[in-house]
T-cell receptor, first 111, second 115 residues
Framework: DAKTTQPNSMESNEEEPVHLPCNHS???????IHWYRQLPSQGPEYVIH???SNVNNRMASLAIAEDRKSSTLILHRATLRDAAVYYC????????????FGSGTKLNVKP | ETGVTQTPRHLVMGMTNKKSLKCEQH?????MYWYKQSAKKPLELMFV???????ENNSVPSRFSPECPNSSHLFLHLHTLQPEDSALYLC??????????????FGPGTRLTVT
């Protein structure tokens, strides 16, 4: 299974943008890039996903490199409630069973 | 109730006990999942059910036995567990069409302690 690499931790100031990187150099052409986050003492929560084009939703934006070997989750204005572990995972077209969560990036937001 | 619910939220059991974890989804989804989250380790996918059929078993020991009686309910039956099985067990569901993988909705988890 294609895997992802993320920094273990990042820190941000409240009200500032946050760019969370993810490397997936072995991504295949049919792998979708999904992002989830897990707040303390909760189950993971879906954030956003994309295939080739950049994506925006109410929670975040996803910027995907042209060669698709990396992507960046963008939180436009971090709040204290955004402090969580963020996971970047790859999920295959026609094979939704196969995916790997990885260790994620722990985001700390400072007031 | 909305979303994905799990009961119990906390469970302490001895190594010789038999217990079951329950998951229920109120989203009309057709796929359900069991995950294990141990301290300082990534989420591990254990089992996947699609239209009540088990489609994935990631080399999980037989002391864990899943059951999916219908598309809304998922159980994880536990027997003769080991202390290293202590973890947070998460249930999730999604609506899969067989092509594009859709987002999963997770429950709050069951914190299991094996003594």
């Amino acid at each position: 299974d294609a895997k992802t690499t993320q920094p273990n931790s990042m820190e941000s100031n409240e009200e500032e943008p946050v760019h969370l990187p993810c490397n997936h150099s072995t991504i295949s052409g049919t792998d979708y890039i999904h992002w989830y986050r897990q707040l303390p003492s909760q189950g993971p929560e879906y954030v956003i996903h994309g295939l080739t084009s950049n994506v925006n939703n109410r929670m975040a934006s996803l910027a995907i490199a042209e060669d698709r070997k990396s992507s960046t989750l963008i939180l436009h204005r971090a709040t204290l409630r955004d402090a969580a572990v963020y996971y970047c995972i790859l999920r295959a077209l026609y094979n939704f069973n196969k995916f790997y969560f990885g260790s994620g990036t722990k985001l700390n937001v400072k007031p | 109730e909305t979303g994905v619910t799990q009961t119990p939220r906390h469970l302490v059991m001895g190594m010789t006990n038999k217990k079951s974890l329950k998951c229920e989804q109120h989203l009309g989804h057709n796929a359900m999942y069991w995950y294990k989250q141990s301290a300082k380790k990534p989420l591990e996918l254990m089992f996947v059910y699609n239209f009540k059929e088990q489609t994935e078993n990631n080399s999980v020991p037989s002391r864990f036995s899943p059951e999916c009686p219908n598309s809304s309910h998922l159980f994880l039956h536990l027997h003769t567990l080991q202390p290293e099985d202590s973890a947070l067990y998460l249930c999730a569901s999604s609506q899969e069409t067989g092509s594009v993988p859709y987002e999963q909705y997770f429950g709050p988890g069951t914190r299991l302690t094996v003594t």
